[in-house]
C-alpha cells in the first residue's frame, strides 16, 4: 500500500519575494492562487529546494536571495516523510563568501543533498517545461535525469562526475601534447560513469513503458518512450563490453574531438524520444494542446512509477497546471492526482478552476509575499 509524505510547515527566510513567510499545512493538497508575480512560483521553488539539485528554475543560488535582504535565505520544512517525521532546513549564508547550499537534517549538517531522497521525493511539472519537446535535446536530457534521480539518488552524482572528466579530458586534447596514460585514466573514468548513466536512463525508459502497458490515465495520451543518439545498437549487451565499446571510440576519437573542442560520442549526446501512442505521432508534431496532455501524462506516470518503487507518493509541485486544460481535464486531472495519494502543491490565477478538489485541498491566496486563507476555504468555513 502506498504511504503518504507530506509537509506540515515550510518556513521562508528571505526567499526571493518573501522577507519571511510560514505555511502551515495539514497534508491535503495546497492551492495557490493570485495574481501573476505574486510569488507563486516561488513558494513552489523553495519547495523544489527539498530535493536534490538545483531546483524547479535551476537557478544560479544568489539569484534566489531576496533583493534587499541579507544575502542569504534559508528553507525549513517539518515533513511527515519516508522514515517518519523530520526536519529538512537548506539555504546559503549571506555571511559566507561560499554559495554552497548547505542541508541540515534533524538540525545536522548533511554531507550531501541526496540524502534529502530517504526523505521526500519531489516532482514538478512548470510552464517552461511546455517547449520540452520542440525544444533542444539538452532539455530533454535533464528532464530525463530528473526522473530518474527521484528513484536513483546517485544518478546526479554520476553525471556532475562524467561531466568533470569529461572537461578534463576536453581540456588536455586541447593542449595538443599530453600525456596518453593520463588521458587514458580520464577516458576509463568517463567509460565507466557514462554506461553507468545509459544503463539507468534505459531502465527508467523500461519502467515507464511497462507501466504504461498496465495503467489507463485517460483522458491524457500515453507517451511512448526510447532514447537515440548514444550506442543506439547495444542491445543487451554486458555493462563490461559497453564499456569497452566506449572506451575505443574515445580514443579513436581523439584527434576528432581535439580539433571540435568537445566530446562527440557519449550519453551527453543522448536524446529522449517521445511519441504519441495513440495518434502514432511524434510529439514534437502534436498540438500544443496534445503536447501539454503528453507531458502531464509522463509526469503522472512516473509519480506512479516513484510511489510504486518507494512505498511512498511523491509531493507534486504543478504549476499553472489547469491554464490551458477543459473542464473535464482540469477534473480528471486532481482525480489522478489525489488517487497517486500524495501531497500536490498547485498554482493559478483563478481559485474557482480548483473548485472540483473541494475539501481535498486546503485553499491560499498569494499577493506580494504575503500569504492569507483563500476565499474558497473561508466560504466554506463560514457555510461550516
Not at 102 to 126: C, F, K, M, Q, Y
Request: proline share 4%.
Amino acid at each position: 500500500m502506498v504511504q503518504k509524505a507530506f509537509l506540515s510547515r515550510l518556513k521562508l527566510t528571505d526567499f526571493r519575494n518573501y522577507p519571511e513567510a510560514v505555511l502551515m499545512l495539514d497534508g491535503r493538497h495546497v492551492v495557490l492562487t493570485g495574481d501573476n508575480g505574486a510569488g507563486k512560483t516561488n513558494l513552489l521553488e523553495a519547495v523544489s529546494f527539498l530535493s536534490p539539485g538545483r531546483g524547479l528554475r535551476r537557478a544560479v543560488l544568489s539569484e534566489v536571495s531576496r533583493v534587499g535582504g541579507t544575502g542569504g535565505f534559508s528553507v525549513f520544512a517539518e515533513v511527515e516523510g519516508m522514515e517518519g517525521e523530520v526536519s529538512l532546513g537548506t539555504g546559503i549564508d549571506g555571511d559566507s563568501d561560499s554559495l554552497s547550499r548547505r542541508l541540515r537534517i534533524n538540525g545536522t549538517p548533511a554531507r550531501s543533498t541526496e540524502e534529502l531522497s530517504d526523505h521526500l521525493s519531489v516532482l514538478w511539472l512548470t510552464p517552461a517545461m511546455d517547449g520540452l519537446f520542440t525544444g533542444p535535446s539538452a532539455d530533454r536530457r535533464r528532464f530525463l535525469d530528473r526522473l530518474v534521480l527521484s528513484i536513483d539518488p546517485g544518478h546526479g552524482r554520476r553525471a556532475s562526475d562524467f561531466e568533470r572528466a569529461m572537461r578534463s579530458r576536453n581540456r588536455l586534447l586541447s593542449e595538443g601534447r599530453y600525456d596518453p596514460a593520463w588521458v587514458s585514466a580520464v577516458e576509463a573514468q568517463m567509460a565507466g560513469l557514462g554506461i553507468s548513466m545509459a544503463a539507468a536512463r534505459r531502465e527508467m525508459l523500461d519502467l515507464l513503458r511497462h507501466l504504461a502497458s498496465v495503467s489507463q490515465q485517460e483522458p491524457f495520451p500515453t507517451p511512448v518512450l526510447a532514447l537515440e543518439g548514444f550506442l543506439d545498437a547495444a542491445g543487451d549487451m554486458p555493462a563490461a563490453e559497453l564499456e569497452e565499446r566506449y572506451l575505443d571510440m574515445l580514443r579513436e576519437g581523439r584527434g576528432r574531438d581535439a580539433a571540435a573542442g568537445r566530446t562527440l560520442e557519449g550519453p551527453h549526446r543522448s536524446d529522449l524520444l517521445v511519441r504519441h501512442r495513440e495518434k502514432d505521432m511524434d510529439a514534437g508534431r502534436c498540438s500544443t494542446g496534445e503536447q501539454k496532455a503528453l507531458l502531464i501524462g509522463l509526469i503522472l506516470a512516473h509519480a506512479r512509477l516513484t510511489a510504486n518503487m518507494t512505498g511512498f507518493a511523491p509531493v507534486l509541485l504543478l504549476d499553472e497546471i489547469a491554464a490551458h486544460l477543459d473542464e473535464g481535464r482540469r477534473i480528471a486531472l486532481f482525480d489522478l492526482v489525489h488517487e497517486l495519494g500524495g501531497q500536490a502543491f498547485m498554482t493559478g490565477t483563478d481559485d474557482a478552476m480548483f473548485s472540483p478538489l473541494g475539501e481535498r485541498a486546503q485553499f491560499l491566496e498569494v499577493d506580494g509575499g504575503s500569504i492569507r486563507r483563500g476565499p474558497l476555504l473561508s466560504t466554506r468555513l463560514q457555510d461550516c
